[in-house]
């Protein structure tokens, strides 16, 4: 079982940054997939940004803005998310995926309001 804790969320102005932080209890092998999803007000979970061995991967609307990144050795994924929209607000969650028992964890959420 792998515990993922997320922090770094918070109310930023528009054209603000935000770090995001993702700290996995367990050890993030080079070949698991791990990402960032959000979830706005009224809205369906949508990807945001995932890497694994290749190139990360991003959704149209933050592409050129975010940036995600790992460092294996402690553990964590991290979102920097710059130029912030009004749009961006939601709440991020970190998601692990452990490609040798191919089940997928989920973080509990930060959340990120984007607002003047």
């Known amino acids: 079982q792998v515990q993922l804790v997320e922090s770094g969320g918070g109310l930023v102005q528009p054209g603000g940054s935000l770090r995001l932080s993702c700290v996995a209890s367990?050890?993030?092998?080079?070949?698991?997939?791990t990402g960032w999803y959000r979830q706005g007000p009224g809205k369906q979970r949508e990807l945001v940004a995932v890497?694994?061995?290749?190139?990360?991967t991003y959704a149209d609307s933050v592409k050129g803005r975010f940036t995600i990144s790992r460092d294996n050795a402690k553990n964590t994924v991290y979102l920097q998310m710059n130029s912030l929209k009004p749009e961006d607000t939601a709440d991020y969650y970190c998601?692990?995926?452990?490609?040798?028992?191919?089940?997928?964890?989920w973080g509990q959420g930060t959340q990120v309001t984007v607002s003047s």
């Open positions: 367990g050890t993030i092998f080079s070949i698991d997939t």
């Open positions: 890497t694994s061995d290749g190139s990360p």
């Open positions: 998601n692990l995926f452990r490609k040798s028992t191919r089940i997928y964890y």
